[in-house]
């Protein structure tokens, strides 16, 4: 039985967000944005939301993400290519989805990847699309902008874990947000320093690099597990 993708409680309720918007900001093109597999995404162990800075192409003005994520996930489970950025966010997800518990050279990459996209969320600071490279300036106006509808998403989809795609991401939420951040210091070897943030007393907000992060594949899986580990060691209550 197929099912909409925007039949599911929470896309719903995040569809109503997007319509009183749209109401009050007539004549934007939002991206839409939410969970490809409301039911995975309940169901899994931990409820993780991508948190991204925008779509970043204008031919993307009337892009349905969630449709593009489906037909995404769907190659990868049958093994077959998918995007690079997409391939890493769902790698990351199924890493923190099974504490990481696998050795990467086991891993069959596009399934895996997969596995991950079909249980997370999505969503951008800004719902409009922009050019083919980032502007910053113009991402922090739109972020401070739709503060209101980017953190009422985050309320609805209630995620344990806000794994932010790259430091400006996380720079902007937590200021926004007015969260405190808390480095890693040097506790994650010879890479960047990272931080972490709490937000609403439960969910982890981590400082990562952007999901399209050139790079090898298993370098930064085996990177966010070391950072994954170290913030749930500084904050065992979390329960993760």
Not at 48 to 54: A, D, N, T, W, Y
Not at 210 to 217: K, Q, W
Request: glycine letters at 8%; hydrophobic letters at 35%.
């Amino acid at each position: 039985m197929t099912c909409n993708l925007y039949d599911g409680k929470i896309n719903q309720s995040l569809k109503q967000q997007y319509s009183k918007w749209g109401k009050v900001h007539p004549g934007l093109k939002l991206v839409r944005h939410g969970l490809v597999d409301e039911q995975a995404f309940e169901s899994a162990k931990v409820r993780i939301v991508l948190l991204g800075k925008e779509v970043n192409s204008m031919e993307y003005s009337d892009f349905d993400l969630l449709k593009f994520l489906k037909g995404e996930l769907e190659k990868g489970d049958e093994g077959k290519n998918i995007k690079r950025a997409d391939i890493q966010a769902g790698l990351w997800a199924y890493g923190i989805l099974t504490d990481f518990n696998e050795d990467f050279s086991s891993l069959n990459i596009n399934k895996c990847a997969a596995f991950g996209l079909r249980r997370i969320g999505w969503t951008n600071l800004s719902k409009i699309a922009g050019g083919g490279k980032a502007d910053s300036k113009s991402i922090s106006e739109r972020a401070k902008s739709e503060k209101a509808l980017w953190s009422e998403e985050l309320r609805i989809m209630k995620p344990r874990v806000i794994l932010c795609s790259g430091e400006h991401t996380y720079n902007l939420m937590t200021k926004l947000l007015d969260l405190k951040r808390k480095p890693l210091l040097d506790k994650t070897s010879q890479h960047r320093k990272f931080s972490y943030s709490i937000w609403r007393y439960k969910c982890l907000c981590i400082d990562y690099y952007h999901h399209a992060a050139r790079g090898d594949y298993k370098k930064l899986y085996e990177i966010l597990k070391e950072v994954f580990i170290e913030c749930k060691r500084c904050e065992p209550t979390l329960r993760l």
